[in-house]
Protein backbone atom coordinates (compact mmCIF):
# COMPACT_ATOMS: atom_id res chain seq x y z
CA UNK A 1 0.00 0.00 0.00
CA UNK A 2 1.49 3.70 -0.84
CA UNK A 3 -0.13 7.13 -0.63
CA UNK A 4 -1.40 6.87 -4.34
CA UNK A 5 -3.43 3.71 -3.69
CA UNK A 6 -4.95 5.01 -0.55
CA UNK A 7 -5.74 8.07 -2.52
CA UNK A 8 -7.75 5.87 -4.83
CA UNK A 9 -9.35 3.81 -2.34
CA UNK A 10 -10.34 7.14 -0.23
CA UNK A 11 -12.22 8.98 -3.19
CA UNK A 12 -13.42 5.23 -5.07
CA UNK A 13 -17.17 6.57 -3.09
CA UNK A 14 -17.30 9.32 -6.34
CA UNK A 15 -17.51 6.97 -8.66
CA UNK A 16 -20.34 4.38 -6.82
CA UNK A 17 -21.98 8.17 -6.23
CA UNK A 18 -21.97 9.03 -9.50
CA UNK A 19 -23.21 5.67 -10.98
CA UNK A 20 -26.69 5.97 -8.42
CA UNK A 21 -27.23 9.40 -8.87
CA UNK A 22 -27.42 8.54 -12.55
CA UNK A 23 -29.90 5.52 -11.60
CA UNK A 24 -31.75 7.75 -8.90
CA UNK A 25 -32.44 10.37 -11.35
CA UNK A 26 -33.70 7.36 -13.80
CA UNK A 27 -31.39 8.93 -16.72
CA UNK A 28 -30.72 5.24 -18.30
CA UNK A 29 -34.56 5.29 -18.55
CA UNK A 30 -34.88 8.31 -20.14
CA UNK A 31 -32.51 7.98 -22.85
CA UNK A 32 -33.77 7.13 -26.51
CA UNK A 33 -32.65 4.75 -28.48
CA UNK A 34 -31.58 6.82 -30.64
CA UNK A 35 -30.10 9.01 -28.57
CA UNK A 36 -31.13 11.81 -25.90
CA UNK A 37 -29.83 15.04 -25.94
CA UNK A 38 -28.64 16.90 -22.53
CA UNK A 39 -31.03 19.65 -23.09
CA UNK A 40 -34.31 17.30 -23.67
CA UNK A 41 -33.00 14.82 -21.16
CA UNK A 42 -33.23 18.21 -18.34
CA UNK A 43 -36.42 19.36 -19.88
CA UNK A 44 -38.09 16.43 -19.74
CA UNK A 45 -36.78 15.42 -15.41
CA UNK A 46 -36.58 18.95 -14.42
CA UNK A 47 -32.12 19.07 -13.89
CA UNK A 48 -29.92 21.54 -13.75
CA UNK A 49 -28.74 21.75 -17.60
CA UNK A 50 -25.57 22.26 -16.44
CA UNK A 51 -25.09 19.82 -13.75
CA UNK A 52 -26.74 16.96 -15.70
CA UNK A 53 -24.21 17.49 -18.27
CA UNK A 54 -21.25 17.26 -16.20
CA UNK A 55 -22.89 13.96 -14.94
CA UNK A 56 -23.83 12.23 -17.92
CA UNK A 57 -20.10 13.00 -19.22
CA UNK A 58 -18.49 11.73 -16.16
CA UNK A 59 -21.07 8.30 -16.88
CA UNK A 60 -19.68 8.07 -20.29
CA UNK A 61 -15.96 8.31 -19.05
CA UNK A 62 -16.64 5.89 -16.31
CA UNK A 63 -18.53 3.63 -19.59
CA UNK A 64 -21.68 3.74 -18.53
CA UNK A 65 -23.15 5.71 -21.09
CA UNK A 66 -21.64 6.76 -24.68
CA UNK A 67 -21.83 9.82 -26.42
CA UNK A 68 -22.10 10.95 -30.25
CA UNK A 69 -21.65 14.78 -30.76
CA UNK A 70 -24.34 16.10 -28.60
CA UNK A 71 -26.30 13.02 -28.26
CA UNK A 72 -26.22 10.48 -25.19
CA UNK A 73 -26.84 6.90 -25.45
CA UNK A 74 -26.95 3.81 -23.16
CA UNK A 75 -24.40 1.23 -23.51
CA UNK A 76 -26.09 -2.02 -24.31
CA UNK A 77 -24.96 -3.19 -20.61
CA UNK A 78 -26.45 -0.07 -18.96
CA UNK A 79 -29.62 0.02 -20.73
CA UNK A 80 -30.14 -4.07 -20.03
CA UNK A 81 -29.50 -3.33 -16.22
CA UNK A 82 -29.96 0.42 -15.54
CA UNK A 83 -33.07 1.31 -17.70
CA UNK A 84 -37.02 0.43 -16.66
CA UNK A 85 -37.93 -0.67 -20.05
CA UNK A 86 -35.35 -3.80 -19.92
CA UNK A 87 -36.86 -6.96 -17.86
CA UNK A 88 -33.34 -7.22 -16.15
CA UNK A 89 -33.77 -3.76 -14.97
CA UNK A 90 -31.73 -4.22 -11.47
CA UNK A 91 -34.62 -2.06 -9.37
CA UNK A 92 -32.49 -3.68 -6.31
CA UNK A 93 -29.81 -0.89 -6.80
CA UNK A 94 -32.44 2.01 -5.72
CA UNK A 95 -31.38 0.45 -1.63
CA UNK A 96 -27.85 0.73 -2.19
CA UNK A 97 -28.60 4.56 -2.64
CA UNK A 98 -30.59 3.95 0.33
CA UNK A 99 -27.64 2.71 2.23
CA UNK A 100 -25.56 5.49 0.72
CA UNK A 101 -27.59 7.91 3.18
CA UNK A 102 -27.21 5.69 6.26
CA UNK A 103 -23.55 4.75 6.18
CA UNK A 104 -22.60 8.83 5.38
CA UNK A 105 -23.45 8.67 9.26
CA UNK A 106 -21.28 6.49 10.07
CA UNK A 107 -18.84 8.25 12.08
CA UNK A 108 -21.70 9.74 14.52
CA UNK A 109 -22.81 6.34 14.94
CA UNK A 110 -19.49 5.18 15.78
CA UNK A 111 -19.43 8.16 18.42
CA UNK A 112 -22.97 7.35 19.88
CA UNK A 113 -23.67 3.67 19.29
CA UNK A 114 -26.68 5.00 17.88
CA UNK A 115 -28.24 3.87 14.50
CA UNK A 116 -28.55 6.62 11.46
CA UNK A 117 -31.79 4.52 10.84
CA UNK A 118 -33.36 2.74 13.72
CA UNK A 119 -36.86 2.17 12.91
CA UNK A 120 -37.82 -1.27 12.39
CA UNK A 121 -38.56 -2.38 8.97
CA UNK A 122 -42.44 -2.80 9.40
CA UNK A 123 -42.51 1.18 9.86
CA UNK A 124 -40.44 2.23 6.71
CA UNK A 125 -42.45 3.09 3.52
CA UNK A 126 -42.67 0.90 0.81
CA UNK A 127 -40.60 3.79 -0.90
CA UNK A 128 -37.50 1.90 1.34
CA UNK A 129 -39.25 -1.41 1.75
CA UNK A 130 -39.86 -2.23 -2.05
CA UNK A 131 -36.25 -1.47 -3.00
CA UNK A 132 -34.66 -3.66 -0.43
CA UNK A 133 -37.25 -6.62 -0.98
CA UNK A 134 -36.09 -6.55 -4.75
CA UNK A 135 -32.54 -5.78 -3.84
CA UNK A 136 -32.88 -9.19 -1.43
CA UNK A 137 -34.56 -11.23 -4.79
CA UNK A 138 -32.15 -10.31 -7.09
CA UNK A 139 -29.18 -11.69 -5.22
CA UNK A 140 -31.41 -14.24 -3.65
CA UNK A 141 -32.59 -15.93 -7.04
CA UNK A 142 -28.72 -15.98 -8.34
CA UNK A 143 -27.76 -17.67 -4.98
CA UNK A 144 -30.08 -19.90 -3.76
CA UNK A 145 -29.77 -22.44 -6.63
CA UNK A 146 -26.15 -23.42 -5.68
CA UNK A 147 -26.97 -22.28 -1.82
CA UNK A 148 -29.46 -25.07 -1.44
CA UNK A 149 -27.95 -27.60 -3.96
CA UNK A 150 -26.09 -30.07 -0.96
CA UNK A 151 -29.44 -29.88 1.40
CA UNK A 152 -30.78 -32.90 1.98
CA UNK A 153 -34.61 -33.19 1.66
CA UNK A 154 -35.19 -36.76 2.12
CA UNK A 155 -37.88 -36.87 5.09
CA UNK A 156 -38.75 -33.20 4.28
CA UNK A 157 -42.06 -32.50 3.57
CA UNK A 158 -42.59 -29.04 4.83
CA UNK A 159 -40.46 -25.82 5.47
CA UNK A 160 -40.68 -22.66 6.84
CA UNK A 161 -39.06 -19.83 5.19
CA UNK A 162 -38.73 -16.94 7.95
CA UNK A 163 -37.96 -13.36 6.88
CA UNK A 164 -38.20 -14.97 3.23
CA UNK A 165 -38.71 -11.96 1.93
CA UNK A 166 -39.87 -12.45 -1.83
CA UNK A 167 -39.52 -15.79 -1.62
CA UNK A 168 -36.77 -16.39 -3.85
CA UNK A 169 -35.69 -19.80 -1.18
CA UNK A 170 -38.65 -20.89 -0.72
CA UNK A 171 -39.04 -20.98 -4.28
CA UNK A 172 -35.78 -22.83 -4.96
CA UNK A 173 -36.78 -25.64 -2.19
CA UNK A 174 -39.99 -26.29 -4.67
CA UNK A 175 -37.94 -26.40 -7.16
CA UNK A 176 -35.45 -29.20 -6.08
CA UNK A 177 -38.72 -30.63 -4.77
CA UNK A 178 -42.43 -29.84 -5.86
CA UNK A 179 -43.99 -31.63 -3.29
CA UNK A 180 -42.47 -30.12 -0.64
CA UNK A 181 -44.69 -27.58 1.20
CA UNK A 182 -42.74 -24.58 1.63
CA UNK A 183 -44.21 -21.29 3.41
CA UNK A 184 -42.83 -17.91 4.14
CA UNK A 185 -43.20 -16.34 7.09
CA UNK A 186 -42.90 -12.23 7.10
CA UNK A 187 -44.38 -8.76 8.83
CA UNK A 188 -47.26 -7.30 7.71
CA UNK A 189 -46.11 -4.99 4.71
CA UNK A 190 -43.59 -7.49 3.60
CA UNK A 191 -45.81 -10.69 2.45
CA UNK A 192 -48.32 -8.50 -0.20
CA UNK A 193 -44.51 -7.70 -2.17
CA UNK A 194 -44.00 -11.55 -1.31
CA UNK A 195 -47.33 -12.13 -2.88
CA UNK A 196 -45.88 -9.80 -5.90
CA UNK A 197 -42.66 -11.75 -6.80
CA UNK A 198 -44.40 -15.16 -6.59
CA UNK A 199 -46.88 -14.04 -9.25
CA UNK A 200 -44.29 -12.80 -11.37
CA UNK A 201 -42.19 -15.79 -11.17
CA UNK A 202 -45.17 -18.36 -11.15
CA UNK A 203 -45.42 -19.75 -7.94
CA UNK A 204 -48.68 -18.27 -6.75
CA UNK A 205 -50.54 -21.65 -5.92
CA UNK A 206 -47.16 -23.53 -4.63
CA UNK A 207 -46.09 -21.63 -1.84
CA UNK A 208 -48.02 -20.49 1.27
CA UNK A 209 -47.56 -17.55 3.21
CA UNK A 210 -47.69 -16.06 7.14
CA UNK A 211 -48.13 -13.19 8.37
CA UNK A 212 -46.68 -12.44 11.90
CA UNK A 213 -43.44 -10.77 13.65
CA UNK A 214 -41.00 -13.46 14.81
CA UNK A 215 -40.24 -11.09 17.97
CA UNK A 216 -43.27 -10.64 18.89
CA UNK A 217 -45.54 -13.64 17.74
CA UNK A 218 -45.42 -17.64 17.96
CA UNK A 219 -43.94 -19.28 14.78
CA UNK A 220 -46.36 -21.42 12.88
CA UNK A 221 -45.76 -24.89 14.13
CA UNK A 222 -45.55 -28.17 12.59
CA UNK A 223 -42.45 -27.86 10.12
CA UNK A 224 -39.27 -30.36 8.69
CA UNK A 225 -37.30 -28.00 8.04
CA UNK A 226 -36.65 -23.87 8.88
CA UNK A 227 -34.59 -21.55 6.85
CA UNK A 228 -33.52 -18.58 8.21
CA UNK A 229 -31.29 -16.44 5.52
CA UNK A 230 -30.07 -13.11 6.26
CA UNK A 231 -32.16 -13.13 9.12
CA UNK A 232 -29.96 -13.17 12.63
CA UNK A 233 -27.64 -10.04 11.28
CA UNK A 234 -30.42 -7.93 11.79
CA UNK A 235 -31.23 -8.56 15.83
CA UNK A 236 -29.12 -8.76 19.23
CA UNK A 237 -27.78 -12.19 19.93
CA UNK A 238 -30.95 -11.85 23.04
CA UNK A 239 -33.38 -11.76 20.58
CA UNK A 240 -31.61 -14.62 17.86
CA UNK A 241 -31.41 -16.52 21.26
CA UNK A 242 -35.34 -16.56 21.55
CA UNK A 243 -35.86 -16.91 17.93
CA UNK A 244 -33.91 -19.80 18.04
CA UNK A 245 -36.00 -21.43 20.69
CA UNK A 246 -38.98 -20.75 19.19
CA UNK A 247 -37.63 -22.37 16.05
CA UNK A 248 -37.15 -25.23 18.02
CA UNK A 249 -40.88 -25.44 19.42
CA UNK A 250 -41.91 -24.65 15.87
CA UNK A 251 -40.61 -28.01 14.31
CA UNK A 252 -41.37 -31.41 14.40
CA UNK A 253 -39.08 -34.54 15.49
CA UNK A 254 -36.60 -35.04 14.45
CA UNK A 255 -36.67 -31.48 12.37
CA UNK A 256 -33.94 -29.81 11.02
CA UNK A 257 -32.73 -25.82 11.10
CA UNK A 258 -30.34 -23.79 8.53
CA UNK A 259 -29.05 -20.78 9.50
CA UNK A 260 -27.75 -19.01 6.34
CA UNK A 261 -25.74 -15.66 6.75
CA UNK A 262 -22.41 -14.20 7.72
CA UNK A 263 -20.67 -16.23 10.35
CA UNK A 264 -17.49 -14.46 11.70
CA UNK A 265 -13.93 -16.13 13.03
CA UNK A 266 -13.42 -15.34 16.62
CA UNK A 267 -11.94 -12.25 16.18
CA UNK A 268 -14.31 -11.36 13.99
CA UNK A 269 -11.96 -9.69 11.37
CA UNK A 270 -12.98 -12.56 8.89
CA UNK A 271 -14.50 -12.74 5.97
CA UNK A 272 -14.05 -9.47 5.01
CA UNK A 273 -17.77 -8.86 3.76
CA UNK A 274 -19.06 -10.00 6.87
CA UNK A 275 -16.62 -7.67 8.83
CA UNK A 276 -17.56 -4.70 6.41
CA UNK A 277 -21.57 -6.08 6.75
CA UNK A 278 -21.15 -5.87 10.64
CA UNK A 279 -20.48 -2.01 9.80
CA UNK A 280 -23.55 -1.87 7.68
CA UNK A 281 -25.58 -3.46 10.14
CA UNK A 282 -24.30 -0.91 12.86
CA UNK A 283 -25.60 2.26 10.75
CA UNK A 284 -28.87 0.54 10.12
CA UNK A 285 -30.24 -1.36 12.61
CA UNK A 286 -30.37 -0.60 17.08
CA UNK A 287 -28.38 -3.97 17.90
CA UNK A 288 -27.70 -6.10 14.20
CA UNK A 289 -24.47 -7.73 13.79
CA UNK A 290 -22.53 -10.47 12.18
CA UNK A 291 -22.06 -13.12 14.82
CA UNK A 292 -19.40 -15.99 15.63
CA UNK A 293 -19.64 -19.49 14.93
CA UNK A 294 -19.21 -20.25 18.58
CA UNK A 295 -22.21 -18.08 19.32
CA UNK A 296 -24.24 -19.20 17.07
CA UNK A 297 -23.30 -22.83 18.25
CA UNK A 298 -24.59 -22.25 21.53
CA UNK A 299 -27.35 -20.67 20.41
CA UNK A 300 -28.72 -23.46 19.23
CA UNK A 301 -27.24 -26.13 21.99
CA UNK A 302 -29.25 -23.57 24.53
CA UNK A 303 -32.69 -24.14 22.89
CA UNK A 304 -31.68 -27.97 22.54
CA UNK A 305 -30.31 -28.36 19.16
CA UNK A 306 -27.75 -31.19 18.28
CA UNK A 307 -25.60 -32.20 15.30
CA UNK A 308 -24.43 -28.94 14.49
CA UNK A 309 -22.34 -28.75 11.27
CA UNK A 310 -21.55 -25.67 9.63
CA UNK A 311 -20.48 -25.13 5.53
CA UNK A 312 -18.89 -21.83 3.92
CA UNK A 313 -19.20 -21.04 0.17
CA UNK A 314 -17.01 -19.60 -1.97
CA UNK A 315 -18.73 -15.64 -1.28
CA UNK A 316 -17.41 -15.92 2.58
CA UNK A 317 -21.25 -17.04 3.64
CA UNK A 318 -22.12 -19.83 5.68
CA UNK A 319 -25.12 -22.18 6.30
CA UNK A 320 -25.05 -23.68 9.74
CA UNK A 321 -27.13 -26.59 10.10
CA UNK A 322 -28.77 -28.42 13.33
CA UNK A 323 -31.44 -30.86 14.22
CA UNK A 324 -34.36 -31.21 16.79
CA UNK A 325 -33.88 -35.22 17.94
Not at 121 to 133: C, H, K, S, Y
Not at 143 to 163: E, F, K, R, T
Not at 228 to 234: D, V
Amino acid sequence: MNPNTIREFATSYQKSRILLSGFELDLFTNIEEAGTTNHQLASQLGLNEHASERLMNALVSLGFLEKQDQLFFNTRDSFTFLSKKSPEFLGGLMHSNHLWKTWSNLTQVVKTGNAANPSEINARGEDWLFPFINAMHDRAKKMAPQQLANIDLSGINSVLDIGGGSGAYSMEFVTKKPEIEATVFDLPNVIPITKKFMAQEGFTDKIKTYTGDYITNELPAGFDLIFLSAIIHSNSLEVNQDLIKKCFTALNSPGKIIIQDWIMNNDRTQPTFGAIFAVNMLVGTEAGDCFTEQEVTEMLRSAGFDNISRIEFETGISQITAQKI
